[in-house]
């Protein structure tokens, strides 16, 4: 790499606005995010399913119950 031309990578603190904060490197110098995966409902486990509104996942358990169970 060619010296003097890349920014300077530092320790900061990120703040999310539930109130959690995360070391990480960065050229900046703080962030502020509005969801980390502390408070996102994806990690808490509530958007973890999978929404399935034509009933495929059941049509498939259906079709192959009998190869499923082994």
Not at 14 to 29: F, L, M, N, Q, W
Not at 44 to 60: A, M
């Amino acid at each position: 790499m060619k010296k003097g031309i890349h920014p300077e990578m530092k320790l900061i603190t990120v703040k999310c606005a539930c109130g959690a904060e995360h070391k990480i490197y960065s050229t900046a110098d703080n962030f502020r995010l509005d969801v980390c995966s502390e408070c996102h409902p994806f990690y808490q486990g509530e958007g973890s399913g999978y929404l399935d509104t034509e009933g495929r996942i059941q049509k498939f358990k259906n079709k192959y119950k009998d190869y499923l169970k082994k």
